[in-house]
């Protein structure tokens, strides 16, 4: 097993890529908290992994939030001693009013609450784990950026820039943490099958226009091929490598 004996924190870890990232960690060892806004979703992951003989606990709390995540990161402590890995995964893709994102009609509230959700949230965190980190002597961190932070799209402002800017994050995190042995990388995943994209994948004029045009691999990429590229970043395999986005697009970003 490639995490034993770890602790893996993995932000929104209820639904999707933070799902197949808590079960596969899970499978792998480690002792997995999950942060969700959900926490019914989070404690049905944690259920399921305990079932399978793993260990893990769910924390609610808002991303968003300094006291959120520090009652959280606390809780952790008390609970498993420590935290080896982060997973700064907690994201959304539109603003709650819906996803008209341009800028001819994103709100200024809108334009907030991606930069919140999806990039705030990873400073925040970041800067609350780190030191707890530093403490052990080693880390590893992985955010998820897009492929939207790196080509862009329609519509999309708030969430190409959040997403391109934790590319940029990733770096300075990287060279920041490397002087306390903590590493630091992201992954720029394609089109993944989770539940925001669920019901548009059931149209086959979609899934064939968007996905299989698109996607020179000629199919949408699943939640467990993300988990398993943040199992290398997570684990020591990965140990020379630092402040780099590895892209899992299927090639969507090569034309
Ligand atoms: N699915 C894709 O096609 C895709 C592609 C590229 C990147 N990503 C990125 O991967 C990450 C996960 O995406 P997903 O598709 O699994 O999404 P998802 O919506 O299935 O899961 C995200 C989870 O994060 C939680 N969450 C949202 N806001 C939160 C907050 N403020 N505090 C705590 N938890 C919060 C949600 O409750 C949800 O359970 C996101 O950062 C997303 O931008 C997804």
Do not use: H
């Amino acid at each position: 097993m490639r995490l034993q004996g770890k602790v893996a924190m993995i932000t929104g870890g209820g639904s999707g890529i933070g799902m197949a990232i808590a079960r596969l960690f899970a499978r792998e060892g480690a002792a997995v908290a999950i942060m969700e806004l959900v926490p019914e979703r989070a404690q049905a992951v944690c259920e399921e992994i305990e079932k399978d003989g793993g260990r893990a606990a769910w924390f609610a709390g808002d991303v968003t939030s300094s006291s959120d995540i520090d009652r959280v990161v606390t809780g952790i402590l008390d609970t498993f001693g420590k935290i080896d890995i982060l997973i700064n995964n907690a994201g959304i893709m539109a603003p709650a009013s819906g996803p008209k994102a341009s800028v001819f009609e994103c709100s200024e509230e809108d334009w907030k609450q991606m930069i919140d959700v999806n990039l705030n949230s990873v400073f925040l965190v970041s800067r609350r784990v780190f030191p707890e980190m530093a403490k052990n002597g080693r880390g590893k961190v992985v955010n998820m950026s897009s492929m939207y932070g790196i080509v862009s799209n329609y519509n999309r402002a708030g969430y190409t820039a959040t997403k391109g800017a934790i590319i940029s994050l990733t770096r300075s995190l990287a060279l920041d943490g490397i002087k306390k042995n903590i590493y630091v990388n992201a992954i720029a995943p394609g089109y993944v099958n989770s539940p925001r994209i669920q019901e548009r994948l059931k149209d086959p004029k979609w899934y064939e226009e968007l996905i299989e045009r698109n996607t020179p691999i000629g199919r949408v990429c699943e939640p467990e091929e993300i988990a398993r590229v943040a199992l290398f970043l997570a684990g020591d395999e990965s140990d020379y490598i630092i402040g780099q986005t590895i892209v899992v697009d299927g090639g969507w970003t090569l034309r």
